[in-house]
């Protein structure tokens, strides 16, 4: 049994990891019986290349190798336009270990015989019945005039792309933008990389975002299924197969740069179970015991051993909801390498507040331990909405709160509804309390920064291949007689805050105040103290907040400013000096005035 090096750290952060410290031994073992394999394969820099062994390969002289792993074959034969679909003409050769090699020289002139993007296939033959495959490793795959049968396309442009950037340091906080390239246009169509690159990133960084995260990027059968249905990708306890799945990780690295990866799903893979019926409320035990996946564990502690070791500044992130303990802590400790999670609880719980809960019925004590209920040591991103709430069936925060009122009164010059007034509201406190208390890192979806309306349903049987709601109207937050600017300013100030503070990265919040029957939440957070009121009419004037550090605070931003569609109750730049006198346990305290449904942020 194999010890971590740096199991100590771990069981330090988490002594209820005592009890299983054999498991996470054997796991790390296992971890190390495939890094033996993949050295007798060549190394890890060998086997992660294997999109320079496989697939269709020009040499130098202009011949193609084709190499391919299909170990149930019989027969294995190249066909497309280049030789008029002859299944005779390129067959391949059986090299042994289910690998299949074939040749095709140069042309006479010494051109490739298979131009540029022509359609290619592979023939496969398993008892005599023959199928038309596409290779796992194509780089570039075609969906024809909505066909449901793909095309791989034989990619070997005359002038190949370089990138022409330096990869870019990572930030100390991640603010990230989660955003589909296809729907990023007002118009209903599926939108291209040249318009998000011209049209979308400025607005990105406008808002202050300093990370993006896109969805949908390889290829997929059915474009309704938010790029979730992968083609091509097999499972990864066979040697072959993960030299496959590391392949195409470093892949996306070295031909287009890519910073990190989130990995979506993650609690289907790591349990035999695939999480199906689990509620994940028996402890430890259910994470250590046999319905945990070790193949599956184990490849995702290969990734990201193998990431963070060749790429020392990318970013991984885990989609995962059943808390497995050191998900977020490095191989060397015994976790599973990542560096984020996310925090999927925080969205279910918002959801089921706004669905289910009078605004007077609030329990701030619950809201404020969800938001901090996550591991120690152990980032998450935070978030109040992503791409799950905005699909078709759910709603977004701006829907829920608004509704169909959002069709009529949120242009400036209807008068400001109670339910408009109250959305506005509750709209930029929730993003807030969420960002600033939920993790160390921030996630927004393309769109809800400015509270965008409706859902997101892509074409598809069901609506007539309609593209009405699958897009973005950035035009609404662009118009200044709409109210959709006053929450697209407060997302940007927000992000502006973040940056010249750095709260994400500063370590955890300290939370001095929760008070149910006030609705009221103070705490402080790398020096900046954030005071939110979430009564739905009751105001206080000369409010006790505890301070920790004496001097002069400064009311830096507030909520209730005009310019965010509030009624501009209080002073900005209005100064509070500290009391000597303890409060909240906390060494002082300030006097402030906390209008209903208003965050403020103070700063010395």
């Not at 790390?28 to 062994?53: D, P, R, S």
């Not at 507040?353 to 701030?364: A, G, P, R, S």
């Not at 509201?425 to 509270?451: C, D, P, S, V």
Request: glycine share 8%.
């Amino acid at each position: 049994m194999s010890r971590p090096p740096q199991l100590d750290n771990l069981l330090k952060l988490d002594s209820w990891l005592n009890d299983f410290q054999n498991e996470i031994c054997r796991r790390y073992g296992v971890f190390l019986e495939y890094q033996k394999k993949i050295e007798e394969c060549g190394g890890i820099e060998h086997f992660t290349q294997g999109y320079k062994n496989f697939g269709l390969l020009v040499q130098s002289d202009n011949s193609v190798l084709c190499h391919e792993w299909a170990p149930g074959a019989d027969q294995l034969a190249l066909i497309g336009d280049f030789n008029g679909w002859n299944r005779e003409t390129h067959k391949y050769t059986k090299e042994g270990f289910g690998k299949w090699r074939l040749v095709i020289p140069p042309n006479s002139d010494g051109s490739c015989a298979i131009p540029h993007s022509s359609i290619v296939k592979i023939a496969v033959t398993k008892n005599g019945k023959t199928m038309d495959k596409l290779s796992p490793w194509a780089m570039y795959v075609t969906r024809p005039n909505d066909s449901v049968v793909y095309h791989q396309q034989f990619y070997n442009p005359p002038d190949k792309y370089t990138l022409k950037h330096p990869r870019p340091s990572r930030p100390a906080s991640l603010r990230i933008y989660e955003a589909h390239v296809g729907i990023s246009s007002w118009e209903g169509k599926v939108n291209t990389y040249r318009a998000f690159a011209d049209d979308v990133i400025p607005r990105i960084h406008r808002q202050g975002y300093n990370t993006i995260q896109l969805m949908a990027v390889m290829e997929h059968v059915y474009y309704a299924s938010f790029g979730y249905q992968v083609t091509s990708f097999f499972a990864p306890a066979r040697i072959e197969t993960l030299r496959f799945l590391l392949s195409n990780l470093r892949w996306w690295v070295e031909e287009y740069g890519f910073d990190g990866f989130r990995f979506d799903g993650v609690t289907s893979m790591i349990y035999h179970s695939h999480g199906m019926n689990d509620d994940f409320g028996g402890g430890y035990p259910m994470y250590f015991g046999l319905n945990a996946d070790t193949d599956s564990l184990v490849y995702l502690m290969l990734a990201n051993d193998f990431l963070h070791k060749k790429y020392p500044q990318i970013i991984t992130i885990a989609e995962e909801v059943s808390g497995m303990p050191a998900l977020c802590r490095s191989v060397a400790e015994g976790g599973q390498g990542f560096d984020f999670r996310l925090a999927m609880a925080l969205p279910d719980m918002w959801i089921k507040i706004l669905k289910h809960v009078k605004d007077e019925d609030w329990n701030v004590n619950e809201i404020v331990h969800t938001l901090e209920n996550r591991r120690y040591g152990e980032a998450n991103i935070a978030y109040a909405e992503s791409h799950d709430q905005a699909l078709v069936g759910d709603k977004t925060i701006a829907f829920w709160l608004m509704d169909k009122e959002m069709y009529d009164f949120m242009s400036i010059l209807t008068p400001l509804t109670p339910i408009i007034e109250r959305g506005i509201a509750l709209h930029k406190m929730i993003r807030l309390l969420t960002m600033a208390l939920g993790g160390e890192a921030w996630l927004n979806f393309i769109g809800n920064e400015f509270g965008h309306p409706e859902w997101l349903d892509f074409p598809r049987i069901g609506n007539n291949e309609s593209f009405h709601y699958a897009r973005r109207q950035f035009n609404l937050a662009d118009d200044d007689n709409l109210r959709y600017k006053f929450l697209n300013l407060w997302d940007q100030e927000i992000n502006r805050l973040e940056e010249n503070t750095g709260f994400l990265h500063k370590g955890p919040a300290y939370v001095s105040w929760k008070h149910n029957g006030d609705k009221m939440i103070c705490f402080e957070r790398a020096g900046v103290l954030f005071v939110f009121n979430f009564h739905p009419f009751q105001s206080f004037p000369d409010y006790k907040v505890g301070v920790e550090i004496p001097g002069v605070y400064k009311l830096v931003l507030n909520s209730d400013e005009e310019r965010f569609g509030g009624h501009n109750r209080l002073q900005f730049g209005s100064v509070h000096h500290s009391f000597p006198e303890g409060y909240a346990g906390r060494r002082n305290h300030i006097l402030v005035y906390a209008p209903a449904r208003t965050c403020l942020i103070f700063s010395l």
